[in-house]
């Protein structure tokens, strides 16, 4: 599956557009990234724990996003965007979408 952010993929021709795909999770931090992430909000500086648990969110959003485009008989997805929301005070929402194409090398 080729992804990109862009609308048009070099080498390629777009035969068909499926539609809009996404992928999307809500996450909050585990006990021990909610424990790390605290004091390290204390003391100041990066916050790993934290951006673990984002870092494992975009993931998720983007492997549903490809399954969604392959159910729907895709071979690529362009135009893919991220965007996040805060649902409620340590729990996140992580959204992932593009257009689902076919797409033919050259054609």
């Keep these: 599956m080729i992804v990109s952010t862009t609308f048009s993929l070099e080498g390629y021709t777009i035969v068909e557009y499926k539609g809009l795909v996404r992928g999307i999770i809500v996450r909050s ?3 021990t990234q909610g424990i790390l992430g605290g004091l390290k909000n204390i003391i100041g500086g990066r916050i790993g ?3 673990e648990m984002c870092e494992q969110a975009r993931q998720t959003a983007y ?3 490809i399954a969604q485009a ?7 997805i362009v135009g893919v965007c991220y965007d996040a929301s805060e649902i409620k005070e340590s729990a996140t929402e992580v959204l992932c979408y ?3 194409v076919v ?4 054609a």
Excluded at 70 to 76: K, S, T
Excluded at 103 to 106: D, F, S, T, W
Aim: charged letters at 20%; hydrophobic letters at 40%; aromatic letters at 4%.
């Design 70 to 76: 392959r159910r729907l008989g895709a071979n690529a």
């Design 63 to 65: 492997e549903e996003m």
């Design 49 to 51: 724990a934290y951006t």
């Design 98 to 100: 593009g257009t689902a």
């Design 29 to 31: 931090p585990t006990i």
């Design 103 to 106: 797409i033919l090398k050259g």
